[in-house]
């Protein structure tokens, strides 16, 4: 197969298998030990490498990528920050948890539950976009910046989903 990273990309983009394997072979095990640079880890490196590899299928036809080999290492790059950080998020929950001291009232045990029914039936209720913005914005810890990256919409967009989201939300608890 040709050797250009233009006419590999023009063959990508026609959806020709073969252009994929090319660029495959050209850049996994580099992209492999900048990923496991990043995370430390060989199973999470693999993952994101995948996961780039997937989203260049994905979006060679609709996007021009100019230059293939800074898409996939700013893609792996992006993709172990965001690993990095969802992991930095759980860890601080798991200790925010442990600090806090066990309640064994019946009462606020049963309260806890009313009102965790009624925000999963509330999330229910918002259309799938935003709900997802919502999630990954109050339960996953997201800032508008990364929420907009991760799901290649505008900041403008992530803040008008949390604003309907949190409308709806005022909305079905005002009326508890």
């Known amino acids: 197969m040709m050797e250009n990273p233009k006419l590999i990309f023009k063959a990508l983009q026609n959806r020709q298998e073969k252009a994929l394997e090319k660029i495959f072979a050209l850049y996994w095990k ?47 790059k992006y993709r172990a920050i965001n690993f990095l950080k969802q992991q930095q998020r759980k860890v601080s929950a798991e200790d925010t948890l442990k600090s806090r001291p066990v309640s064994e009232g019946v009462k606020e045990h049963m309260d806890y539950l009313e009102s965790e029914e009624l925000f999963l039936k509330t999330m229910d209720r918002l259309p799938d976009r935003c709900r997802r913005v919502f999630y990954l914005s109050r339960v996953q810890g997201y800032n508008n910046k990364e929420i907009a990256q991760e799901m290649d919409i505008s900041i403008r967009t992530v803040e008008t989903h949390i604003s309907n989201a949190l409308r709806l939300f005022r909305f079905y608890f005002k009326t508890v």
């Open 30 to 76: 580099r992209l492999y030990i900048y990923a496991h640079s990043l995370t430390g880890d060989h199973q999470i490196a693999q993952d994101l490498v995948q996961e780039i590899f997937i989203s260049l299928w994905e979006k060679s036809a609709t996007t021009q990528i100019d230059q293939i080999e800074a898409y996939l290492f700013r893609g792996v």
